[in-house]
Structure formats: C-alpha cells, structure tokens
C-alpha cells in the first residue's frame, strides 16, 4: 500500500554502482550518485559492494546471525521472540556469524557485544531463505515521510493537548534552528561556510533540534568506517569482508558519558574543537579532515532527508514556518521531530503500541513482498542486521543457546523451543522505556 515510501527507505546495495533511483531536491551541487561515486573511491569503499554479509544474503545460502539478550530465561518461558522498535522499526537486532571449521566467528560488531554487554547470555539463529536475498538495508534517517504518515493517520489517538504539543514543540524547534539550517541548506547548494565555524553552529543547533545530532553521529560513522587505514581496519576488510564498527562505537562513547546507560544520539553534538579531538583519539590521520568531510556531506544529506524532491533547496527558507509549510515543504524533516517528540509525552507507553506497531506491520508487509526475511541497518552494510519475525521463512528457523569458546568463536549447546512473534515488545522492556518511562511512574 505504501511501497513507494517504504522503498525510499532502503538502500539496494544490490546496484550500488548503478544509477541513484532517489532523486533530491532541485538546487543541490552534488547528486546522490556524485556521492556514490566519492565513496567507493574511499580506501573501504569496496566494502559497499563486496562485504561478507552482503554476499551471504545474496548466495541464497542458510543465514547464521547471533543475538544477546538478558531475557533468555524469559524467553525459554514463553517460547516467544518478539522485535523491537528500535531496531529497524521492528527487527530483533542481530550481528552476522561466519562458519568456520571451528565454530561460528562472529562479525566484528558482534565480538564488541560478547566483549563488552556483560551479564548476557548469546542465541545463534539459523534462516535458510527462499532464495538469494536483496541487499537492500533500511536507512532509518529516511524515514521521516512515514512517521509524519503515521502520525496523520493516527492523530485521533491523542488528546487535543497531546496533538498540540506535539505540533508546537515541532515547529519551536525549527524555528530555534531556523538561521542554521538556512545555512545548511546554502551549503547543501554549493556555498562554503568556514568548517570549523560550520561544526560550531552545528553543536549549538543539536539542542535545539536534537535530530541532527544523529544525522551528524551517521556522516562520522560514515567518515570513519569508509577512510580509516588503521591495521585493525584493514584486518577485518581483508581477512573478513567486514567493515570496522569499533570506530564509531569509539567515537559515540568518548563523545557522550552516559551512551552506556542509554544510546542517545540526540545527546551527540561535540563542537570543532572537541570533534577533531575525539575523531583524533580514534584514528589521528584522519583527525584533520573531519570538519571538512562533515560540512559537506552533512547538508547534502539534510536536504535530501528534508525536503520532498519537488523542491528547490536553493528556494527554501525555515524563518517564520509553520505545521503546515514544514508538512509541504520538508516533510521527512517535520515527521522525525514529531516521532521523537511523541517519545518524551507522558503517556507514550500507552501510544508506543498503536504508532509503532502500525509502522511495523507496513515494513513487514514490504520485507515479505521483497523477500527480506533478514534486513540490515542501511545507513551502511556494516553489520547491524535484524530478524524480520514476519517472515515466512523465519517461521523454520533454528534457535539455539550458545556459547563462546577461548578464541572467540560460538558453538550451539541446546536448541530452544521458541517462535518468531511479529509484535513489538513492550516499550518498559527496552532501554529507551526503562530510561524514560520506569515501571510505577
């Protein structure tokens, strides 16, 4: 039914090399296809095409993924695995495993989880697919449209205070933000705002509009994981196929004190002076060109994000807008503030089911018409990937509880008698719920 939007979401690595299907706005210096083009040329940029995970899902062979949990006991009980919001909409968030002679080695993600979510316990899951799968991964930057859908659609579930409190705090945000994000739409078009006074501007804008701190977070990542030429790097692309999560992990971490009790992007936001710092700790060649790289990639990707394709970025303006003109003019914009100022209402527990449920029933609907019984975070191929528990083929799939032996690798110890469930789980069940909305209050 929504198809179209849902395939906007995605990014098919498929045909990475091939002609961009999405168009941008009228107006931008660069092309999604320009960009395309700079990264395979980066000293990883052939990992976009030819990465371990990639290959496995397009062979058409069994998948082999692993996921952690603290609930396993919970979950033997009642025999049910549910998805989470807050991995691709509605996935079970899983890290690739690669058979090997010995064991299953897993992804280098996943040997960052084994290595430092402590007091876990490990499940490997096993999915052989109809057939190859396409490497088409969720880009949830992208999803703005939806969400701003979804809340049309389902407004009637709000009160009247609810609704315009949303609608208020959307639009003071933008207008808060307004002169800065004119900026970055002049230089989305062409204009060269001085890098260290972009990255400025850009900190002090995170409070006000905390969406960019992810958008800010993702370039970064980007950034990192497609130029580093530290040995670690280079080991897992030549040894492994896999591009080096542990760069961003690092980055979010050094960046934001309290990312270990809860991952918050919106918190991201370090200033020109605290970012060639941060980027220096992780890899310090590339510590002088991270200022540049952000202030060019980072407006290209806003006003694609942003703005609907039948504008002329070099047109817009955000001084003095309103609902209805952001709905119009830059409706992905407009839909990721009202998703995370949903988020902060009170009664959000009792709306989570309703919102995000419906958003996960219409992917499950696109996955299973694409035949994607394993979609993977698709800002990059770099690892993150999910169980679609809609999937036909997830029905036979095989659960085990494992365990991880001295050099690294997982070995199946008893199989679980458990299904694939496609409802979210609780929202007090995830880390969000439990930092935000604590059982009793």
Known sequence: MHDAEWDYAHTDYTNYT??????????????????????????????????????????????????????????????????SAGCLVGALYCAPLTQEPGGLRPHNLGAYLLETKHDTRTMVIEITPDGPVPAKGLDYLRLGGIHLRTYLDHRAFLTGAEDAQLRRTAVKRVRAAAGFLDVVLANACGSRTPDGEFIDRLAAAVQDLPFLGYLYFEVLSEYLMLHSTAPQTKAYAEASGEMNNRLYKQLAFSAVASMGRLFDLALFGPDHDQLVHLVGQVESGLAPGAAGYVRRRLPHLFACLALTPSQDAASVTFQGCDFDKLAAAAPGLLGQLVFREMRRLQRYPQLFPLFEQAKALEVYDYWNTHNIPTPFNGTLPKGEIGVNPASPAVADCTVWEAETCERGLLHPVQQLDVIFVPRLTDLRSTALGRAAFPRGH
């Not at 009228?26 to 371990?52: K, Q, Y």
């Not at 082999?64 to 949990?69: E, R």
């Open 18 to 83: 091939g002609p961009a299907a999405r168009p941008g706005p009228a107006g931008l210096a660069d092309s999604e296809a320009d960009w395309r083009r700079l990264h395979l040329d980066t000293p990883n940029g052939w990992l976009l095409r030819r990465n371990a995970m990639l290959q496995t899902l397009t062979s058409g062979q069994p998948i082999h993924l692993m996921h952690i949990t603290t609930a396993l006991d919970a979950i033997r009980s009642s025999g049910q695995l549910h998805a």
